[in-house]
Every structure is written in structure tokens, then in C-alpha cells.
């Protein structure tokens, strides 16, 4: 029988096709009995094609043993088989893989290199802490071995084995450190070093300091760009420990940055600058590095391509410089505002972010009109007006023209941006206006209107989406801001009057007929039109619309603001004074009250308790007036008039006049003193469990109808339905066509009417008329010539007649000297208007608190655009799945697990030893400096020393004293000392006290030294 191999399982997948699943269960059978066989090559073959198909999904775990047997094949062909198959299936629960122990182990000592590669890739896939305990004794000898490839991939094998037993790292510290520190070691050996040394530095970055230097020198003369980038990243963590590395980093950095043509190289240069604190740093050289970075970020973002990469990670670093260096970062506006059209969702918010915190007073408008047009073009067309004719908007048909192909570009990217880009985009907005008091804000004519287009454009959100705004729906955000300008810009609140006006207007003529009215911005809306009354500028009208609104919604806050509303207006107008009470306004007034008390009475029987008792309470007033308008005097005549009554012009004002309502300091209630009589901890009640449960098991005595009885329980304690169902959208980046390119316009491309409604453009034409009809160098629309003639024009037309000689005006040329601008030149920023003189009310706050420290200029102002972000600490877990966070707490050293100060007292102690045995090394080297200057050796004299030996001297009579008290015989066992070399302590007795005028061997013996430092020289 001829057994299939892997090429013949190949050719018959290729000619079974759409019966593949047929062909490989057939195949995966005869696998099976094929690798059962006792013949190693069958079994090799078999394992071969079970690989083949575990790739292409098909589960091989059941064939685990068969893999360990041919793992153990003598055979190199077939044991790697058995290695690939083991990395493909063998997992850390794997049964058998305490039987691969001892045969992992035996190929690791073998001596061919080939076998030893292959424990070495396969145990990072399989590894345990019980098999990395067992089998690091055998990896570690692997560092040393001679082969660069075997000790390049036992560095990282070891790197994986520390994930799982971080205790393998400390044993393996001092090898690695030695390869490290070798200058002849291989490239690619050093290259996995540093890798391995990167991938720990950013846990434990001071043990890694006194590589510094090491590390320095593979920075400035490697070659190598990937382990150079590596080595930026280490550094970038180790200079906020040593601030001395700046100095010395500037110099090789800068010159990477010049020369490299490595975008990688280029990006990581400047990442580890920003990361490493160099740009911040007090140094001559960080405004130098920090220019030559951000103009070599302004050359990746517009390069020839458009790369988006190269776009998306420079922005990133413009967001790290621009804290440093704002001025630098806001030079590159123009190439930062064409990245907010990018077709790519990413880098959008990414210059969103970049643009919010570079915006000032002088660009904030052209920001904001570049981000109005964006949504302008991808929201629905609403230009027609309320009520009005849209013809009476176009001047010109140049101006229609513009406008249909606005509308044309507009259509075609109406679905470009998803909702909750739209959203970020207005809260980004809403933020960059309010920042800092309104300190950027030059002209609020200009905002109202912005916000007033915005509550057109918002997109409502559902509540379960994911909203960048952590403030609620991005409509309400902008109804918010709309009552603070009314609050802190008193100058500003009839001008915020009138907008509330056409946003109340717009919203229900907006709204279908039966469908409900529910935008969040209407409840600041209806408490500005309620809160200044006083400054409509038609209080009828604004009352129709509040009851209007309280007839077409169901949302309860709504409903109260609305209300209030009404009672504020109808005050405004029942009360004026200064108007005669007679029959035409007594029965105006009758039936004013008679048309709220109908709108308002289905609201008396409202479930929610705030809305009903508002109904009651404005209703029952409201009846209370009208009985005292009927009672009143009757005039005789129509034109006759009678004192009003003083509940109308009196009472029901004096309900709604007090103090005027001011902003007030997010912090303020921090500051309320808590009163002594008040304990918090106090529970209300002392038996509060057995009240509520007691009142849950009351009965009513009266019979009620089941009905209300499931009204009632359904609406306060049931979820409400949805309202609307939306069907679930689809990913932000699935949604994104590429952006029509724009043709490039004339000096008003910039102007107001790309992103405004047509009637607020009107409006705005209307008041620039009427605050320029004097002005004799406006030149107004075609339509505006015929309104009636101004003074000057009367002047004009006296002395020229009816009809005006163009051709007849003298012509003078005029020559002033002014140099034309040289082609390229750096054109300067256009004047800005002036800045209005507006006083901005700042918030209140209690008179002991401090408010000019505080961090809220407006609830739109909020934590989520001016603090960083905190992230959420997880789990490092890179590509390996594995938790490397426990080898941030284990020291490289023994004994290195200690706190910082028991590390810093210890440091102190070695700095200390450490000068005191610098101090005796060098006592000892001048010692022998002065000893090797001493000493002089002759020709002829060993270096290792002359044994000197005494003469006999011959006996006399009388008793010889030698080397003793007077008197004292010698002994004869001192005659046998003689002959010997003096012990080390006697080195210092000179030949004159050895030999007493031996002549024979004073002429041997050296003119100056001891014998003992000639012995030893």
C-alpha cells in the first residue's frame, strides 16, 4: 500500500474542490491509522499532513503522543517533524508534556547545533513553570555556546521563560550582562540583547542604569536602525532617572534626525525626545531640537503619497509637543486643519485633539468655520426658513448657483460621518469657545449664531451609545452654553433672546405633524425665554410656541421648563402696566387665560409629580385671575379705560421677580461649613425597615379600578418603552467615503455663508445693512440700491443729475513705492476684528473660597478636553498572552527586593565604602610607585632572589656571643638557621647586619635596597 504524502494531500484538496470537507475527513482517517504505525517514517509522514490540516483548522490534540514519539526519532529530518508538531499542538495543559521533560532536556546538551535549535524555538511555546524550573540549568550553559545563532535564540527562549518564572531572569542576569558588555560579540547577538534588555527596562528601569554607558556606545557606532529604535525607547525611560543623559543624548539624537532616511528611525528619535523629558528640559539645546522636530514632523505629514501612517503618528507627537511648545506647534496650522477633512476617522480626532489645545483668540474662528463646514456638508439640507420664502434669501444668481452646488456637495456627503463623530466634533466645539471664561470668544454675535446652527446640526444619540461626551446628549450641551452666554453676558442676553426665539420656532415647524418634539436643547431654551421675558421681542408669538411644545412632547423635565415658561411670559404681557385696561385687553387677557387653562388642564392628570403639581398650581392661579378680570369695573366705552386689577399687575409678577440668578462655581458647594445640629449618620427614622415594609401591605378601603391600579405600577416601576428604534449603525470607518476635494474659492472661501442656515445669513445681511446704509464705501446688493436715498446719495444726485458720467471721472495713477512681495514669501496672518469690550460674569462662589482658582468656566467646560486621561491599569499582555507584570517586582540583584529608601540608604553606604577604598588603592599605588623607583637590579641577580650565606667563623676560648644577652652561649641549633633565607617579617634587615665585612660577598651584594625588595623585585 502506498502511503500518501503531504504534496499528494495538497494536489487532492486543489482537485476536490467544493467537496473539501469529503476529501479531508477521508484524509484525517487515514492519518489516523497511518500514524499508529510502528514504521517512524510512516508515522513522520502521517504527523506531516495532520500539521498541514491543523492549519487549516482541524483539530490534531488527540495525536499529542504520537507527536512525542516521533520528537524522539534519532533521525534529524523526522525529530524536527515531531518539534513542528508539538509547537502547533502541544499546549501548556497538554497531558504528555511532563513526558517531553527529560527528552527536551537531552537534545538541549546535545553537540550539533541544528538539534539544539529546536528545543530552544519550541519551548517558548509550551512553556511551564514547572518545565522552565527544569530545564534553565540546560539553557544557561547555551549562552556561551559558539555559535551566535544558538546564543541569539537561547537570549530570547530565556526572556519567554522569565514571563513564567521570573526567578529564571535573576540567574540568567549575569551571563547576559557579560555578552551585553563583550565589544566582540556578534551583531545579532547583541541586537537580541537589547531587545530583551528594552522589553525590561520600561518595569525596572534602575537596574538597567549601569549599563548606560554599554548602551550608549551600541547607539552611536551600531548600524543597525531597528536595535538603534530599541535603544531610544530604553533611554526614553532612563533619563527621567538620570537627567545627565539628556546633555549627552542631544548630540547623536540630533544628528539621526538629520541624516537618517528611515521614517521609522526618524519617528522614534522624536518619540523617545518627547518621552524622555529632553524637550522640557532647562537646556540651550531643547528649543533647537524641539524646532528640527516639529519641521520634520510638518515633512512626514506632507510628503508626496499622503501616507495616512506617517499622518496618524505625527499628529500623535504634535499632541506630546504642543504642551511644551505651543507656539511651535500652532505655526503648523494649515497643515493640521487639512487633516480634520482626512477621508481616515482616526487621524480626524486626532487633529480634533491637536487643534483644541493650539486654538487662541486669533484662530478660533477660522477653526470653528472649518469644523461647521464639515458638518454642514454631512448633515441634512435645512435651509429653507420658517414661514418664509426662500427666494427672498439669494441676492444674486451667482450666490444661487453657489448655493445649489453647496447643496450638491452636501448631499453627496450627507452620510459621511457617523453620529458620534458629529457629536465629539460639537462638544470639541463647545469646548474650545467656553475654555478660560470665553477669554478666545472676539465676537458673541458670531457664537449665538454658531450655537444656534449647531442645534440644527446635532445628531440625537441614543442613551446605551458611546458617547465621547460624558455631559449627556450633545444637544442639551449646546442648549447649556446658550443659558450661560445669557447668564455671564449680560450684554449679550437680548441678542440670546432672539436666538432661543428661532430655535423654539425652527423645533416645532422642524417636527412632523403627530410625531413628538424631544430635543434636549429645549429645556435651556425654554428657561431663557422664560428667565428674560422682558427682552421678547414678540412675547405672543414666543407664547404660542411654549404651548405648542407642552401639546407635542412627553418628556417630564421638559414639560416643567416649558411651564414655568408660560407663566413668565404670560406675566410679561398680562402685567404691563403702561398698557390702558379696557374692553379690547380685558377680553385679549380673558382669552390669553383662557387658552393656557385649556393646554394646561390634561397636565393636571400628568404621572409625574413635578409636572402635575406645576399644572395645578399655574392652573388654579391662572382661574383666580380670570374671576378678578370678570369682576372688574366694565368701561362704558371701548376707549374709556379702568385701573387693571392688582392681582394682574401685581401678584402674579411679584411671583416671578426676586433675585437675579447668577452662574455659580462648580466647587462652591465644597465650601458650604456643614452645620453642627446636623448629623448625616443619623438614620430618619429609627424603625425605617419596618415603615416602608408596612407600607407596601396596606390595602386601600376604597374599591379602585384595576386599570389605574397597572397605569400606576407600569409607569413607576416598569422601564418605559423605546420611542424610536434605530437600527444598529454601522463602524465609524465603514462609513466614511472619501471627501469631495474642494475648489479652492476667492478671499471670502472662509466667509460665514459655507456653514450657516440661509435665514440666519439673511438676518445677519440685514443688520450689516442697516448698520451700513451711511457708509459711503459699502457698496451694497443689486436689490439694496433701490431702498430709499441717503443723505449722501441725495448730494451725489444734486450735483451729477440722474444719471452718473462714468467714463468722465478723472483717473490718477498713484505710485506709492511699495516693494511687491517676493514669490514665496511668508504670508502673514489677515487682521483679526477687533475684540468686543464684554464683561464676562465669572462664577460665584462662596465669600471664603478662593474662585480664581477654579477649573469650570461652564458645565460644557468639563474634566474630559482639559485634564489628561487616566487608563485604567491592566494586565501588560503582549502577542505572547502571557502577564508580564509580576517581573516589575524582582530585582536583577539578590537581595534587590528592598523600598526606595532602604535602596537609597544602602546606595549612600556603598558611595561611602566606595571612597574609602578609593582612597587606599591609592595609598597602596603610591607605596609601590615609590618601591618600583627604589628598586634597581643588576645583571646577573635572579629575580626570585641570592640565598646569602655566613662564613664559618672559627671557635675561641672564650665565649662568643652571637645575637643574644651578653654572656649567652650559643646553641648549636642555631648553626642550622644560618644557612636559611630570613622569614618574610625580617625582609628589612640589610646584607651590612647579615654578613660582617665579608668581602667576598660585599661584592656581590647591591649598592642600595634590602635584600628582601630584591628577593621580590
Request: charge should be negative; proline fraction near 6%; glycine fraction near 6%.
Amino acid at each position: 500500500m502506498f502511503e500518501k504524502s503531504l504534496y499528494d494531500l495538497i494536489r487532492g484538496l486543489r482537485n476536490h474542490k467544493g467537496n473539501e470537507k469529503d476529501y479531508v475527513q477521508k484524509s484525517l482517517k487515514e492519518c489516523r491509522s497511518e500514524i499508529r504505525s510502528q514504521d517512524i517514517d510512516l508515522k513522520a509522514t502521517a504527523l506531516l499532513k495532520l500539521i498541514y490540516l491543523e492549519m487549516l483548522g482541524h483539530d490534531m490534540s488527540w495525536a499529542s503522543f504520537h507527536v512525542l514519539e516521533v520528537m524522539s526519532s534519532p533521525k534529524y529530518h523526522q525529530k524536527r517533524v515531531g518539534y513542528l508538531g508539538a509547537v502547533q499542538s502541544f499546549r501548556p495543559d497538554t497531558e504528555v508534556l511532563m513526558l517531553a521533560t527529560n527528552l527536551l532536556k537531552k537534545d538541549l546538551a546535545a553537540t550539533t547545533p541544528t538539534v539544539i535549535s529546536l528545543p530552544i524555538a519550541t519551548l517558548p511555546h509550551v512553556i511551564t513553570p514547572s518545565l522552565a524550573l527544569s530545564t534553565l540549568s540546560d539553557l544557561l550553559p547555551r549562552l556561551s555556546h559558539s555559535h551566535s545563532n544558538i546564543r541569539k535564540k537561547t537570549l530570547v527562549t530565556l526572556y519567554r521563560l522569565a514571563l513564567v518564572y521570573p526567578e529564571a531572569l535573576r540567574a540568567a542576569w549575569p551571563k547576559i550582562k557579560e555578552r551585553l558588555m563583550d565589544p566582540d560579540e556578534d551583531p545579532s547577538v547583541t541586537a537580541a540583547i537589547v531587545n530583551v534588555v528594552c522589553e525590561l527596562g520600561w518595569r525596572r528601569p534602575h537596574d538597567f542604569l549601569p549599563l548606560a554607558p554599554r548602551l550608549f556606545e551600541l547607539l552611536v557606532e551600531g548600524g543597525n536602525n531597528w536595535m538603534a529604535i530599541k535603544l531610544i525607547k530604553l533611554f526614553a525611560t532612563l533619563t527621567p532617572l538620570e537627567p545627565r543623559l539628556v546633555r549627552k543624548l542631544l548630540p547623536p539624537l540630533t544628528t539621526l534626525i538629520k541624516t537618517t532616511p528611515a521614517m521609522s528611525l526618524l519617528y522614534e528619535c522624536i518619540n523617545g525626545i518627547i518621552q524622555g523629558g529632553i524637550l522640557g528640559a532647562e537646556d540651550a539645546g531643547a528649543e533647537e531640537i524641539a524646532t528640527l522636530c516639529v519641521s520634520k514632523l510638518r515633512g512626514m505629514m506632507v510628503m508626496d503619497g499622503g501616507d495616512a501612517n506617517l499622518k496618524y503618528v505625527a499628529l500623535l507627537a504634535f499632541n506630546k509637543i504642543v504642551i511644551t511648545h505651543p507656539f511651535l506647534v500652532s505655526q503648523q496650522e494649515d497643515v493640521i486643519l487639512d487633516c480634520i477633512d482626512s477621508p481616515d476617522i482616526t487621524i480626524r480626532i486626532q487633529a480634533l485633539d491637536l487643534v483644541q489645545g493650539m486654538v487662541d483668540g486669533d484662530s478660533l474662528i477660522a477653526v470653528v468655520s472649518r469644523l461647521m463646514k464639515q458638518l454642514k456638508s454631512s448633515s441634512p439640507s435645512r435651509d429653507a426658513p420658517f414661514g418664509g420664502n426662500p427666494a427672498e434669501i439669494i441676492e444674486s444668481d451667482e450666490e444661487a448657483a453657489s448655493q445649489a452646488k453647496l447643496h450638491k456637495n452636501g448631499n453627496q456627503q450627507a452620510l459621511a460621518l457617523p453620529d458620534d463623530y458629529r457629536a465629539n466634533v460639537i462638544s470639541r466645539v463647545l469646548h474650545m469657545c467656553s475654555r478660560d471664561n470665553y477669554a478666545h470668544v472676539n465676537d458673541f454675535d458670531w457664537y449665538i449664531d454658531v450655537l444656534t446652527q449647531m442645534v440644527r446640526m446635532a445628531p440625537t444619540l441614543k442613551s446605551d451609545s458611546q458617547s465621547p461626551s460624558s455631559a449627556g446628549d450633545v444637544s442639551e450641551q449646546i442648549g447649556d452654553e446658550l443659558r450661560n452666554v445669557a447668564v455671564k453676558v449680560r450684554a449679550m442676553r437680548a441678542a440670546v433672546v432672539a436666538a432661543s426665539q428661532v430655535v423654539l420656532a425652527w423645533v416645532n415647524a422642524d417636527a412632523p405633524i403627530g410625531h413628538t418634539v424631544s430635543s434636549p436643547s429645549l429645556k435651556s431654551v425654554c428657561w431663557i425665554i422664560g428667565e428674560f421675558a422682558e427682552l421678547l421681542t414678540s412675547p405672543s408669538d414666543s407664547l404660542d410656541s411654549l404651548l405648542q411644545l407642552i401639546a407635542r412632547t412627553h418628556v417630564p423635565g421638559l414639560i416643567s421648563s416649558a411651564l414655568q415658561a408660560i407663566g413668565k411670559v404670560f406675566s410679561s404681557i398680562a402685567g404691563d402696566q403702561s398698557a390702558p385696561w379696557n374692553a379690547a385687553r380685558r377680553s385679549q387677557v380673558s382669552l390669553l387665560i383662557t387658552r393656557i387653562v385649556n393646554a394646561l388642564d390634561p397636565l393636571t392628570l400628568h404621572p409625574n409629580l413635578d409636572v402635575q403639581g406645576r399644572a395645578i398650581e399655574f392652573t388654579e392661579l391662572l382661574r383666580l385671575t380670570a374671576e378678578a378680570a370678570a369682576q372688574g369695573q366694565i368701561a362704558t366705552t371701548q376707549e374709556s379705560a379702568t385701573c387693571p386689577p392688582l392681582l394682574l399687575t401685581q401678584a402674579v409678577p411679584a411671583l416671578f421677580n426676586g433675585w437675579e440668578l447668577n452662574s455659580v462655581a462648580v466647587t462652591a458647594q465644597c465650601h458650604v461649613p456643614l452645620p453642627d445640629t446636623i448629623d448625616l449618620n443619623e438614620p430618619i427614622h429609627n424603625d425605617l425597615d419596618a415603615l416602608l415594609s408596612g407600607a407596601s401591605t396596606i390595602v386601600p378601603e376604597m374599591d379602585t379600578d384595576t386599570d389605574t391600579d397597572n397605569d400606576f405600577d407600569s409607569y413607576y416601576h416598569h422601564r418605559p418603552a423605546p420611542t424610536s428604534i434605530s437600527s444598529v449603525s454601522l463602524p465609524a470607518i465603514n462609513r466614511v467615503v472619501d471627501a469631495a476635494k474642494e475648489v479652492p474659492g476667492g478671499y471670502q472661501s472662509a466667509s460665514e455663508d459655507a456653514y450657516l442656515d440661509s435665514d440666519i445669513i439673511a438676518r445677519r445681511r440685514a443688520e450689516r445693512h442697516a448698520r451700513n446704509k451711511d457708509d459711503p464705501f459699502y457698496i451694497p446688493a443689486a436689490e439694496v440700491v433701490a431702498k430709499p436715498s441717503t443723505p449722501i446719495h441725495n448730494i451725489l444726485k444734486d450735483n451729477n443729475g440722474t444719471e452718473l458720467d462714468v467714463d468722465s471721472i478723472p483717473i490718477m495713477q498713484l505710485d506709492l513705492g511699495s516693494p511687491e512681495p517676493a514669490a514665496g514669501a511668508f504670508q502673514q496672518r489677515p487682521q483679526t476684528r477687533p475684540k468686543q469690550k464684554i464683561i464676562v460674569a465669572d462664577d460665584e462662589t462662596l465669600g471664603g473660597a478662593n474662585s480664581s482658582g477654579r477649573e469650570y468656566d461652564s458645565e460644557n467646560h468639563s474634566d474630559n478636553y482639559h485634564k489628561p486621561k487616566t487608563k485604567s491599569r491592566k494586565l501588560r499582555q503582549g502577542l505572547l498572552q502571557v502577564d508580564s507584570s509580576h517581573i516589575g517586582a524582582l530585582a536583577l540583584e539578590v537581595g534587590g527586593d528592598r523600598s526606595e529608601a532602604e535602596n537609597h540608604d544602602q546606595r549612600l553606604r556603598e558611595e561611602a565604602e566606595m571612597q574609602l577604598a578609593m582612597k587606599e588603592v591609592e595609598r597602596l599605588r603610591l607605596e609601590m610607585q615609590r618601591a618600583n623607583e627604589r628598586i634597581s637590579l643588576p645583571q646577573g641577580i635572579d629575580a626570585e632572589g641570592t640565598v646569602v650565606k655566613r662564613k664559618k667563623q672559627k671557635k675561641n676560648n672564650s665565649s662568643t656571643v652571637v645575637q643574644g644577652q651578653p654572656g649567652e652561649q650559643a646553641k648549636p641549633k642555631k648553626k642550622k638557621n644560618r644557612n636559611r633565607m630570613p622569614p618574610p617579617e625580617e625582609h628589612g634587615v640589610t646584607m651590612e647586619t647579615a654578613s660582617h665585612g665579608d668581602s667576598e660577598s660585599s661584592s656581590r651584594k647591591p649598592k642600595e635596597g634590602t635584600l628582601g625588595e630584591a628577593a621580590t623585585g
